[in-house]
């Protein structure tokens, strides 16, 4: 579904991405795991045309969408939910939803993409029309998931979900991402939670400095020595 070939992304003359390469099958999770400044958000950034790589291929069902906009990109089926979920304080949980289908023009499938939303987190149903900035953290991150999805992804970019929220928050939206991947969405997770994140996804990519330097399955990436220490905090 994805393929990033030799993907080099510069913010002014900082080299942050080294000729990153790596793919996503249709129907996977596949979590990108390292150290804060490894270049994790900077790979998604560059798949979502926010930071466009300066050398490299973005490849999405077969098409090259190196140099497409970010709107272009989404209109072909990727949406990133952003680090810090960046969802719009001063409108409400509703207003917040639409806001992601802006490129949508079918009522009844934003209407039926609403209520989808809803039946995955009902606590945003009880909250539609209070202000998204008085929700707490872990009520932003359903939000900014759930808009995130109004646009009908194939591909869902999930930039530290768990972020700065409670063990239980975090256990609930962890399955919530397990269960939309198993209604067909396909998954790119960034997480600092490397065991979570690799105890649910299928494959995983170990960023360091900006380049891949370990790949493979997940399950063997749990038990690989050098991810324990590193990233795991186990002997």
Do not use: W
Not at 17 to 33: D, M
Not at 117 to 125: C, D, I, S, T, W
Not at 170 to 179: A, L
């Amino acid at each position: 579904m994805l393929e990033l070939r030799d993907i080099h992304t510069y913010y002014g003359n900082i080299h942050a991405l080294k000729g990153v390469t790596l793919r996503v099958e249709k129907g996977e999770i596949v979590c990108l795991i390292g150290a804060n400044g490894a270049g994790k958000t900077t790979t998604l950034m560059s798949i979502s045309g926010v930071t466009p790589p300066r050398q490299g291929t973005v490849a999405f069902l077969d098409e090259d969408v190196t140099r497409f906009t970010t709107e272009k990109i989404v209109a072909r089926g990727i949406t990133q939910v952003p680090e810090g979920r960046m969802i719009f304080p001063r409108l409400t949980v509703r207003e917040n939803l639409l806001m992601g289908a802006y490129l949508r023009k079918d009522k009844d499938g934003i209407k039926a993409g609403e209520e989808r939303a809803y039946e995955l987190f009902p606590v945003l149903r009880e909250r539609r029309t209070q202000m998204g900035g008085t929700l707490s953290g872990g009520e932003q991150q359903m939000l900014a998931i759930g808009r995130a999805l109004m646009a009908q992804p194939a591909l869902l970019l999930l930039d530290e979900p768990s972020l700065g929220l409670a063990p239980m928050v975090v256990e609930n939206i962890f399955e919530i991402i397990q269960q939309i991947n198993a209604e067909g969405v396909t998954v790119m997770l960034v997480e600092q939670n490397a065991q979570m994140a690799l105890q649910i996804s299928h494959r995983g990519y170990v960023l360091e400095t900006g380049a891949v330097i370990l790949e493979g399955p997940s399950a063997d990436l749990l038990a690989d020595p050098k991810v324990r220490l590193a990233y795991l905090g186990l002997d």
